[in-house]
């Protein structure tokens, strides 16, 4: 049996704001930075074909995820952040993936066992630095808007399958409900190698490919000297030419 069951509980930050009309009543109102709301959104998720999941965002940005493995809270901030702990996250989490599990089994059976939605995903594939033949560079496969998760990704080589210097990361929850994963692959670029990203979900008939292959050349920076060295010379044969044909002009005066 395939099932999943996600909740978001939304929270925004407030403040305490006097209304001018009743002086002795406190009310609250949304707290604003540049009249912009920020959004604190916590991302529960338990199911029969994928592992439990349990991620803070903040703005739509990852700030700690539950790993359930290794039993603890794992911060996901940036190193420039202020350090945040969060020592009391895995218990409240285990107590919720209890509560998740038991609400997926009451509404499965409250609704006779209802097929299960399905969002196709959609992949892009793109390298992560500029190409330069013979550089060391990475490729990412971007996989966005599907359910449920997880999806499965495999990457190829001139047709034969690459498993060194690939990752998968965990897949994220998107506002809409929906999840996005990314895959990496570590590579050379070559002229001539062709490389294809293949996307595997429950919700699409056949496997999603999107290929990549160098569009540059390796002449591409000497190309682009040479060019603008002639545009060069011929705009000063151009400003020469027209400085001989002034002065000639001037001694026919």
């Keep these: 049996m395939e099932e999943f069951f996600q909740s978001h509980c939304t929270r925004q930050a407030t403040c305490i704001a006097t ?11 949304p707290c604003r930075l ?9 991302s529960l998720g338990c199911s029969d074909a994928a592992d439990e999941e349990d991620v803070k965002d903040l703005d739509g940005d990852e700030m700690r995820y539950i790993d359930f493995n290794k039993k603890e809270a794992v911060s996901t901030l940036p190193e420039f ?22 609400d997926l089994e009451v509404f499965t059976k409250a609704g006779k066992n209802p097929p299960l939605e399905k969002d196709p995903p959609q992949s892009t594939i793109y390298t992560k630095h500029d ?14 808007n599907f359910y449920p998760p997880p999806v499965k990704v495999k990457w190829t080589k001139n047709d ?3 498993k060194e210097g690939v990752t998968l990361s965990r897949y994220h929850p998107n506002s809409d409900f929906t999840f996005r994963q990314l895959s990496t692959l570590s590579f050379t670029p070559d002229e001539g190698d062709i490389y294809a990203c293949t996307v595997e979900h429950t919700a699409l ?7 990549w292959e160098p569009e540059v050349s390796p002449q591409a920076g000497v190309g682009a000297t ?7 010379t011929v705009g000063l044969l151009g400003v020469a030419t027209g400085t001989f044909f002034l002065i000639k002009g001037n001694n026919c005066n």
């Excluded at 952040?81 to 038991?102: F, G, I, L, Q, S």
């Excluded at 008939?205 to 290929?211: A, F, L, N, V």
Aim: contains cysteine.
């Design 81 to 102: 952040a202020d350090p945040m702990r969060w020592p009391e996250d895995y218990a409240a989490a285990v107590t919720n993936m209890v509560v998740c599990k038991n």
């Design 160 to 162: 034969r399958e690459v």
């Design 205 to 211: 008939p056949e496997p999603q490919t999107k290929i």
């Design 226 to 232: 040479a060019f603008c060295g002639v545009g060069l």
């Design 34 to 42: 540049a009249e912009v709301p920020h959004l604190d959104i916590t």
């Design 131 to 144: 190409v330069e033949f013979g550089k060391e560079n990475a490729l990412i496969c971007f996989v966005n």
């Design 19 to 29: 209304d001018p009309s009743h002086p002795s009543h406190g009310l609250f109102t």
